[in-house]
């Protein structure tokens, strides 16, 4: 006979702590999920990928309401994956973990499920194996181009046009595929207005705003009691083309900048480029490369920091400028993108720059607005990231309004 409880369904491809990108969304969604079950008196079955049991098995001990069900990648496709997060290794993970989703939906009646990631809606959910009366999907986001295109004439063509074109065909493709790849659903979260109403365009399935990015907002002071540093640019990525670090490292040529100093955090193909770039224009003294980062560590920059510089030309949202806003740090973003709307979003600090393609006149608009930045404050932390509110917006996703 089926045992039946009250509960909820939560699926994540990855589940990793103390990381940003899909690892730190899944976890930081599962433990805001379970608190909001917590309040209830429900359990939640996590299914996620057995590669992230070891990060994640210990620091559930003390919760003994969150059920782990961890689905192993077949053999091969993880030697190929070789710990990767692609959307290759998720299609072979889909189909055991659909298997086992299945299997659970069996034994249980679930409430609500929910799949909070890998959720680019390139791909299909888990959640067509459960009966669950609510299916959320998301937050999702789409290789799409942009309203407004950026002009990108100051980039190396090499690394803009088979994108474009893949993210043009790729729209195209996805019109007709998509309401096939979301029917499972009953609710989709977007991570931006421009993927909301795509969704709507293409399918029934109601689809409403709302970014992943779910943080506490901070002091706006550094952890060790120190004050901010008034002269300390930051820019935190993966160093390759779409991010546009150069952008940020040319903003030190200007005479608006002439006594900052620049900090980047990320790795990436074109670290070596990068540092020749800021060789080449003279500021190698005030540039330094902090590589690749924890979250915990990243956060901590932010803290420290009077700026953050994000001049990446294509973006769904930008997690580190909603996570700057939420420690009270001013960003200077580019227009047009994901990014100008988690500031909009944030109703932090900062300001949606363009970019033109004018180099010279690009730099001198960008430099003018961070020294204002940087000048002006200190700046409120956002608090629309915040967990309880991300809490109160379950109850109605979920139709579960009343605690206990």
């Known amino acids: 006979m089926s045992i039946k409880h009250e509960r909820i369904l939560v699926v994540a491809f990855t589940v990793r702590p103390e990381e940003g990108s899909e690892g730190g969304v899944g976890w930081i969604w599962l433990n805001t999920i379970a608190s909001f079950a917590e309040e209830r008196g429900m359990a939640i079955d996590l ?3 057995a590669r992230d049991s070891r990060y994640v098995v210990g620091r559930l001990q003390s919760r003994p309401g969150i059920h782990l069900h961890p689905v192993p990648m077949p053999r091969v496709a993880e030697r190929l994956a070789r710990g990767r997060r692609t959307r290759l290794s998720y299609l072979a993970w889909w189909s055991r973990a659909y298997r086992a989703t299945k299997s659970l939906d069996r034994q249980y009646s679930y409430a609500a499920a929910h799949q909070v990631n890998f959720a680019t809606a390139t791909m299909p959910s888990v959640l067509g194996a459960t009966t669950a009366p609510v299916r959320v999907w998301g937050p999702v986001t789409l290789p799409i181009l942009p309203r407004a295109k950026l002009s990108t004439r100051s980039i190396p063509r090499s690394w803009t046009s088979w994108g474009e074109t893949i993210r043009a065909w790729s729209a195209r493709l996805l019109a007709f595929t998509w309401p096939h790849l979301a029917k499972s659903a009953t609710l989709v979260l977007a991570q931006n207005p421009r993927t909301a109403e795509l969704i709507d365009n293409w399918s029934q399935i109601p689809a409403v705003v709302w970014p992943n990015l779910v943080l506490d907002w901070g002091t706006g002071q550094a952890g060790d009691g120190q004050t901010r540093d008034a002269r300390l640019i930051l820019c935190a990525g993966r160093l390759v083309g779409l991010k546009n670090q150069r952008h940020a490292i040319s903003l030190l ?15 990436g193909p074109l670290r070596d480029e990068l540092y020749r770039l800021a060789q080449q224009i003279g500021v190698s003294d005030r540039v330094v490369f902090s590589g690749s980062l924890s979250r915990e560590a990243l956060l901590k920059r932010m803290d420290r920091a009077a700026v953050l510089v994000h001049p990446s030309i294509r973006e769904g949202l930008g997690w580190v400028v909603g996570e700057a806003t939420a420690r009270g740090l001013p960003v200077a973003v580019t227009a047009g993108t994901g990014a100008e709307f988690a500031l909009e979003w944030s109703n932090g ?50 139709g579960l309004h009343n605690a206990p």
Not at 253 to 267: A, C, K, N, P
């Open 47 to 49: 299914v996620f990928d």
């Open 253 to 267: 040529s200007s005479s608006s900048l002439s006594d900052f100093r620049l900090e980047i955090v990320g790795d």
């Open 349 to 398: 600090p900062g300001k949606a720059l363009p970019l033109t393609g004018d180099t010279s006149s690009d730099v001198e608009v960008w430099s003018s607005a961070v020294a204002e930045l940087a000048g002006s404050g200190p700046y409120r932390p956002s608090e629309r990231w915040s967990s309880e509110r991300l809490r109160r917006q379950l109850a109605e996703w979920y």
